[in-house]
């Protein structure tokens, strides 16, 4: 008479199907996330665009503003290319993809805040500056998110069936 008996781990579970419109809201929220961090990644990269340049040299606020902003990039396209395999069984190669974005917004963060950690040019107490060899790091940080993103699509997925 126990009514909560559990279920046998190898008997797949009903559940209701997914309808074709219920990725519309996650796809909706990536879009407005990647705007927002091409916003801040703009603000941050060159604030002149806006009128809001007061130094003649890329400092802190500026490189910890756009960093911020590629973070909102990197999630929003994370989030929208995982909502295209919706239904469908992920491959190995999207999982790569997957780690290459992580992997090169990590380069793109210590590669634009290396004086910040002490690995730049610039010593702590002067002034970090944001330099071509910080600037070529985040382009290679960058590259390698684009890559992540192209390994991230699915040319062929393949239906999940739980037969």
């Known amino acids: 008479m126990n009514k909560n008996k559990p279920i046998p781990a190898s008997t797949p579970v009903e559940t209701t199907p997914r309808t074709e419109n219920a990725s519309l ?21 060159k604030p002149a665009l806006f009128g809001w340049d007061r130094a003649s040299v890329v400092g802190f606020v500026q490189i910890a503003i756009f960093i911020i902003g590629l973070a909102f990039i990197c999630l929003g396209g994370y989030m929208g290319l995982l909502t295209l395999w919706w239904g469908y069984e992920r491959t190995i190669v999207s999982d790569i993809g997957s780690r290459l974005v992580g992997t090169g917004y990590i380069i793109a963060v210590f590669a634009g805040m290396a004086d910040i950690f002490g690995m730049g040019s610039q010593p702590f107490p002067q002034v970090p500056y944001f330099g071509p060899w910080q600037a070529t790091g985040v382009l290679i940080g960058q590259g390698i998110i684009a890559l992540g993103f192209l390994l991230l699509l699915p040319i062929r997925p393949h239906k999940v069936s739980y037969k």
């Open 25 to 45: 809201p996650r796809i909706r929220v990536s879009i407005s996330i990647t705007i927002i961090g091409l916003i801040l990644f703009a603000i941050g990269a």
